[in-house]
């Protein structure tokens, strides 16, 4: 079966990355999406919450069908057993709690329930591919992908096999993802070995914590250090990445040049990089300020400022892909 074909996904886990995934899905004209999550109420919260995530996948005078309009075209299924929710999948993809127990007793239920030829994948934010594996009779068919939050919308997905997956179910993730769901079109980059955090997570916690350094030695404030980066940083790599940028850094000699020219600066800052301990009770006093002047600056965002936010993210990610050029 080829990508491209139409697909029946089953989703385990119905929190906000779950939501959201199942919003990415439904934007395919050829899908049908079976969902299942053991909380009691899941009828009246998905027709509570779901629209939420649609809504934001509305595209000029064709908004998205209302949930009650998906449920009766056929299109999602709520299934109160998880062997009636894998019996006809042709992917499963599993957004449980982030814990390596729960997750090795479902995927070995899974294997056990579903098609032979279904697909296995995990949302997982860190927890490796080769560890969940580990009550499957056929290690080859999961995977991980790991969306960024909220996934119907960041385009970056990081398909993450362990040595055991198989590479045809690589070839068949990454294919999925390159197709353009609706208007937004996704980007599937397959990471070549498991590492804690994978590839995203580990630049942003590398970023965050210097920045919680930075706050704890009263550098800068929170405030301002997000002024910073969203002054500089943040266009920057939007528009280029980390590589590219670098390389025009350089002039005509590219990242060789900036390299050489900055060396001593950058040795000089990666020498003294600081270190702030998030678990333990060794100068912990970096976190109560960090989480003060966070709560301070921005409180608790409304409904409203998430849409906005979420909007605003929908307009960045639209500008990477616009052409530009003179005349224009």
């Not at 390596?100 to 934010?125: D, R």
């Amino acid at each position: 079966m080829s990508a491209t074909d139409p697909q029946r996904i089953t989703l385990i886990g119905l929190g906000t990355i779950g939501m959201s995934m199942a919003a990415l899905h439904l934007t395919r004209d050829n899908t049908i999406v079976d969902i299942f999550d053991t909380r009691p109420d899941i009828e009246e919260y998905l027709l509570k919450t779901l629209p939420n995530f649609l809504t934001n996948n509305e595209s000029g005078s064709n908004p998205s069908p209302t949930v009650n309009d998906l449920i009766t075209s056929g299109r999602l299924h709520i299934h109160t057993t998880l062997a009636s929710a894998c019996a006809s999948a042709t992917i499963i993809q599993e957004q449980g709690p982030e814990n390596l127990e729960f997750k090795q007793s479902i995927w070995a239920q899974v294997e056990s329930l579903a098609p032979k030829m279904a697909h296995f994948w995990t949302s997982t934010s860190g927890i490796a591919a080769s560890a969940q594996q580990a009550n499957m009779v056929d290690k080859t068919r999961l995977l991980v992908v790991h969306p960024f939050n909220p996934p119907h919308i960041m385009p970056l997905l990081e398909i993450v096999p362990s040595p055991s997956t198989a590479p045809e179910r690589v070839d068949f993730a990454r294919e999925y993802f390159s197709l353009p769901p609706g208007e937004s079109r996704h980007r599937p980059v397959v990471i070549k070995k498991e590492i804690p955090g994978f590839v995203g997570n580990r630049l942003a916690f590398a970023l965050l914590r210097e920045a919680c350094y930075l706050i704890q030695e009263d550098v800068v404030s929170v405030k301002d250090l997000d002024t910073i980066l969203m002054a500089s940083l943040g266009p920057r790599w939007a528009g280029n990445g980390v590589f590219e940028s670098y390389q025009q850094g350089g002039g005509e000699g590219g990242i060789k040049a900036f390299l050489e020219k900055l060396g001593g600066t950058m040795q000089e800052v990666w020498g003294g990089l600081g270190e702030v301990n998030v678990l333990g009770n060794e100068k912990m006093e970096w976190k109560e300020k960090v989480i003060r002047q966070t709560d301070e600056a921005y409180g608790t965002l409304s409904k409203e400022g998430v849409w906005e936010k979420e909007e605003r993210l929908k307009d960045f990610i639209a500008a990477q892909s616009r052409r530009y050029g003179k005349g224009e």
